[in-house]
């Protein structure tokens, strides 16, 4: 996390902004005292359609083996 004084935050707005969403969070101080801070904004969810996952999903293979037997081999192969 970075920090920035007020009137640096003023001359450089645009490029705390870009900081903050890019996952950095900027802390604004004054008199190096911490008064505000910038951070991303959350997008909105978006809803899931049921339907068309549904669809998505009895579009993939089923697994033939069981998903222990499944990991078991593949942590053997890692292994060796």
Known sequence: MGSVSIADAKAHLSELVERAAGGETVRITRRG???A???AARAPRQRIDSAALRAM????PRQ?????DFIRRVREKARY
């Open 33 to 35: 005292k911490p008064v």
């Open 37 to 39: 801070q910038i951070t």
């Open 57 to 60: 999903v009895e579009k993939m």
């Open 64 to 68: 033939t083996e069981p998903a222990g």
